[in-house]
């Protein structure tokens, strides 16, 4: 059975700090990994992944996999009171229809 | 606004009603899903269709009833749901292009479904 695991499952910080959230994963038909944010309802996508090594960027927000190891991080750095949300990864397999498996999700509360 | 559109956004239904939960995509996607979100638990995928065609039914009971008439629409049948089915159910929609995987999903805002 594929299994997504995050941790850590919530993490308070204040404004300003730089937090690291990780995603480790046993899948068979690898594809890709994503992250996603959820701020209220509708997740919405920040990266995906299919190489090993090489870092996504935007603005604040970072990414790196690591397929020999099985695992992803996202980095925020300078964190600011909307990055306040659910942190989903999802792995991204499927010999035949394409499917996500989700982890449970990091939630992130920034304080000011 | 991610291209996908849920409708109800809130629903209340009792164990004995039918009612029915709309996803609208308008990216020109081919393919479609369900997704669960309970508390405390991962997205849980319920059905995928590709095309139109229905390729995935992850275990789903039958109270839970998919239909596909065409690539940019989705609905999710209710019939006789137990509380534990109180959740939020999630469209979203990808592009598969001959074989090509690596695609995201777009998600709507859900239906929050409650059964009492």
């Known amino acids: 059975e594929d299994k997504v695991v995050q941790s850590p499952l919530s993490l308070v910080v204040h404004e300003g700090d730089t937090v690291t959230l990780n995603c480790s994963y046993e899948v068979t038909n690898f594809r890709s990994l994503l992250w996603y944010k959820q701020e209220k309802k509708a997740p919405t996508f920040l990266f995906m992944l299919t190489s090993s090594g090489i870092e996504k960027k935007s603005g604040r927000l970072s990414s790196i996999l690591d397929k020999k190891e099985l695992f992803s991080i996202l980095n925020i750095t300078a964190t600011q009171t909307g990055d306040s949300a659910i942190y989903l990864c999802a792995v991204g397999t499927g010999a035949g229809s394409y499917q996500l498996t989700f982890g449970k999700g990091t939630k992130l509360s920034v304080i000011p | 606004e991610t291209g996908v559109t849920q409708t109800p956004r809130h629903l209340v239904m009792g164990m004995t009603n039918k009612k029915s939960l709309k996803c609208e995509q308008h990216l020109g996607h081919n393919a479609m899903y369900w997704y669960k979100q309970s508390a405390k638990k991962p997205l849980e995928l319920m059905f995928v269709?590709?095309?139109?065609?229905?390729?995935e039914n992850n275990s789903v009971p039958s109270r839970f009833s998919p239909e596909c008439p065409n690539s940019s629409h989705l609905f999710l049948h209710l019939h006789t749901l137990q509380p534990e089915d109180s959740a939020l159910y999630l469209c979203?929609?990808?592009?598969?292009?001959?074989?090509?995987?690596?695609?995201?999903?777009?998600f709507g805002q859900g239906t929050r479904l409650t059964v009492v």
């Open positions: 979203a929609s990808s592009q598969e292009a001959g074989g090509a995987f690596n695609t995201e999903a777009f």
């Open positions: 269709y590709s095309l139109e065609e229905r390729v």
